[in-house]
């Protein structure tokens, strides 16, 4: 999956470099974009097998999220995104009578470099690769309304890599719409029914996301 992932944004940058020849001679410097969208769990985060550890049962969520960009010549930008995620957890996979569960939960600050070209007058090609901070939120579970397990959270750096596209109207605003793959590797230390134990949760995302910009 990784290698499919990593061949298929390499034929992205090279398509962005012979689209950037195209692009403005004199591009607009700051764009701003709001946006949401869902957001699949994959991979062990998605495992809905309640005896593995290491499954994160998590179902489809949602990240609304913030981005700002600098570009710094027709090619070559910096950007930045500020997110907010949550996913439900299938409690219908836990034996033994659970009343409540917490969602997963994150909010992230990241920052990266980002190619950039235009596919035609009205239509550009973003492509990023962020990192940062993460403050992650793993589940509470209730037990026949008594705490089995209490709610936690870590830290964690996320790496995440984002196709955007953006369709400009205007002279300063444009439709965004957009696909990202983000990993990272939480390590919680929590308390189940009395007992201190750690884990690391593999949290593996494939979000889409539209919205609206503005460029200045």
Do not use: C
């Not at 960009?69 to 034996?95: C, G, M, P, W």
């Amino acid at each position: 999956m990784k290698k499919i992932l990593f061949s298929i944004a390499m034929l992205l940058v090279f398509d962005v470099l012979a689209i950037a020849q195209t692009a403005n001679e004199n591009p607009e410097k700051n764009f701003f974009s709001f946006t949401a969208g869902p957001s699949f769990p994959i991979g062990e985060f998605a495992s809905q097998n309640a005896n593995n550890i290491q499954a994160g049962l998590a179902k489809t969520g949602y990240v609304i999220e913030l981005k700002y960009a600098h570009q710094f010549d027709e090619l070559f930008a910096v950007t930045s995104s500020a997110a907010y995620a949550r996913y439900e957890v299938n409690k219908s996979k836990i034996n033994g009578g659970v009343t409540s569960i917490k969602p997963w939960e994150y909010y992230s600050l990241l920052i990266g470099p980002m190619i950039t070209g235009n596919i035609s007058k009205k239509i550009v090609l973003d492509i990023g690769a962020l990192s940062g901070i993460a403050y992650i939120n793993a589940p509470k579970v209730n037990v026949n309304n008594e705490v089995f397990s209490k709610r936690n959270n870590t830290n964690a750096i996320p790496l995440k890599f984002a196709v955007d596209f953006r369709f400009l109207f205007g002279k300063s605003g444009y439709l965004f719409s957009g696909v990202n793959y983000l990993y990272m590797r939480p390590n919680f230390n929590t308390t189940v029914q009395s007992t201190d134990i750690s884990f690391k949760q593999q949290m593996n995302t494939i979000g889409l996301n539209a919205g609206l910009g503005f460029i200045f």
